[in-house]
């Protein structure tokens, strides 16, 4: 080591032993986002993992022990922080960490290295306290676009995202209910787990972060951290029986988690470009993904192992379908076509539509098996009669890029909960009646 460096590490460690470093506080943090990524359950490189106290402290392929308690100058951590040899060094193929981080580890390392966490079998993702982020303002000083939605198993909450936050609203009014703050700049997939009130929240800082959350509306403001990435996460989804959390990201991967405990299980660089967007099928079994990189894949829920891949739309794929019983996908393109895919067998194409001219097809969804709706940029959607190929019902256009919809089956027909870019949420029956709108920003 350079001795100004060695004496910057002896002054950071004297400073700190003012007050005791805390794991929990100060030293987990740097591990949930310098180290995670490839020291964990699915990818532990050089078999080690660093996702739970109990797992970190015991040695990988080496077999030498990663922490020597009271000698910051033993063990495998220290050598490989700040070895000279960048193949060695840890984090691997990044920068060192920085001074302040590595006088942390090495003060808290000399301390004794003790753990103030109650179970040392917890992801330390869970531990990791939130970043105090920018209050949100009482009103938006405009509408800002609604870029995710969820509907609770009742009916009574529709959550929507906010800047920062997530806005919990009344259908039967269009008030808001609860607004619950200190989640990232953008939210960009919503996904209530059966039900409610846990509410899987995904999103992040367009190229800087992205994080997945599952928050308690229950308990308003109590949350869990489940993952931290390195891009936006883009999109999210659950399956019905409450058990699977699927999220796709700007960093080309899909991830599966065990909920309700939002454990990771699988995580796979699925596409070569954005993951747009994620559908899981009826049953619960199967989630489909469409990507920039014009394909759309279907994975095992439980495994994410791929089930099937299509290709054909010269354009990417920015939206996705099953068919209620869950045999077919229909997968929407950018420029306008919508191809319906056959699950069963051969994953073969069934046939192409273009129900909205040469519009981005936004987002889709089944009204019933024989009917499909489709909702483009320009703010137009419609019902699409797949026997005849025409359009039935026509919605009252949105006066903006459609954003997000839900389909939610009542005791008599069928709910539609639209969402375009100039922040308007809509509830639409399926006869094209419109119930009522409002502007899901606070303030308007
Ligand atoms: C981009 C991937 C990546 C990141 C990030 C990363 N590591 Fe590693 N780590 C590896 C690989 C790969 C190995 C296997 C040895 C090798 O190839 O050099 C390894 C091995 C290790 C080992 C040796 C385990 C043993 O006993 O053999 C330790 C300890 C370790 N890493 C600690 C860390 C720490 C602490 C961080 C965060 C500051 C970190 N790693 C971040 C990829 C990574």
Known sequence: MKPAV??????????????????????????????????????????YRLDTVEELLRPGDSGEPPLVAGRPGEGEWMRLLLTHDEDDRMPKKADPLPEAQLG????????????????RQAPLAGLVERPLRAPVPDRYPRPIPVTALAL????????????????????????????????PERILGLSFVAGGPLLAVAGGSPG????????DLARAGERRRLASLRDCALCAVTSPDGRYLVVG?????VRGFALPEGRPLWDMEAHADWVLALAVSPDGRHVASASRDRTAKVFDVATGSVEGTFTGHPVPVLSLAFTPDGSGLASGGSDGEVR?????GTAKKEGSLRPLGRHEVRVLGYLDPATLVAGAADGGWLG?????????TRFTAHGDCLTALLLRPQSKGVLLISASHDGEVRLTDDKGVERRRWVASPGW
């Not at 942390?104 to 000399?110: G, H, K, M, Q, T």
């Not at 699409?384 to 039935?392: A, E, M």
């Open 6 to 47: 060695a004496c910057l590490l002896i002054a950071i460690a004297a400073s700190a032993g003012a007050s005791p470093v805390s794991f929990t506080r100060q030293i987990a943090p740097i591990l949930v986002d310098q180290c995670l990524e490839c020291h964990r359950a699915e990818k532990a490189k050089g078999s």
């Open 104 to 119: 942390l580890l090495r003060a808290w390392i000399a301390e004794g290295a003790t753990f103030d966490v109650q179970n």
């Open 152 to 183: 609770n198993g009742d009916g009574k909450v529709l959550a929507t995202s906010g800047y920062h936050e997530v806005l919990a609203w009344n259908p039967e009014d269009g008030k808001v209910r609860a607004r619950i703050a200190d989640l």
């Open 208 to 215: 800087r972060s992205g994080e997945v959350w599952l928050v």
């Open 249 to 253: 990201g700007a960093d080309n991967r």
């Open 340 to 344: 319906l895919w056959d699950l069963q």
């Open 384 to 392: 699409l009669d797949l026997k005849t190929r025409t359009p039935g």
